[in-house]
DNA sequence: GCCATGGCTAGTA
DNA sequence: GCCATGGCTAGTA
């Protein structure tokens, strides 16, 4: 009998779901990849979230600029990461000089 | 085999 | 910086 293993099922998020966690975080705070997978209900979705992010339909009304890593520094952004700093600093969020956020622990949302 | 991640470790300053 | 993760996709057969 094997403890190790796993049943191969597949669970995946429902892109919606990410982006409706999105709209409600407020101007000024993030959160992390995994903050939202873990909130779906299985925190090592991060990477898929990432995915689907980046699938964004509508970065106009999703602030995916709003997601970060967990270790504080600026993650990814579909139409650049100039851009991804810029969306940050018009909320008053700035990046230090080795590419981290000021007051991520502050500023980070976890639900 | 890729990837918009995460956590942990070595090893620098 | 390294490796584990897990779902996805291109591209082969």
Same mark, same amino acid.
Request: proline share 5%; with cysteine; net charge positive.
């Given at each position: 009998?094997?403890?190790?293993?796993?049943? /191969?099922?597949?669970?995946?998020?429902? /892109?919606?779901?990410?982006?409706?966690?999105?709209? +409600?975080? /407020?101007? $000024?705070?993030?959160?992390?990849? $995994?903050?939202?997978?873990?909130?779906? $209900?299985?925190?090592?979705?991060? +990477?898929?979230?990432?995915?689907?992010?980046?699938?964004?339909?509508?970065?106009?009304?999703? /602030?995916?600029?709003?997601?970060?890593?967990?270790?504080?520094?600026? *993650?990814?952004?579909?139409? *650049?990461?100039?851009?991804?700093?810029?969306?940050?600093?018009?909320? $008053?969020? +700035?990046?230090? @000089?080795? *590419?981290?956020?000021?007051?991520?622990? @502050?500023? +980070?949302?976890?639900?």
């Amino acid at each position: 009998m094997d403890e190790n293993y796993k049943i /191969p099922i597949s669970i995946t998020i429902d /892109p919606n779901d990410v982006y409706k966690l999105l709209i +409600r975080i /407020p101007n $000024g705070k993030v959160t992390t990849y $995994g903050d939202i997978a873990k909130q779906l $209900g299985n925190k090592k979705l991060a +990477r898929s979230v990432g995915k689907i992010l980046h699938n964004n339909p509508n970065p106009i009304i999703v /602030p995916c600029h709003k997601v970060v890593l967990s270790n504080g520094k600026i *993650g990814g952004y579909a139409y *650049g990461l100039k851009m991804k700093k810029n969306l940050l600093k018009n909320e $008053g969020i +700035r990046i230090l @000089k080795d *590419g981290t956020i000021e007051n991520f622990h @502050k500023i +980070r949302v976890e639900y």
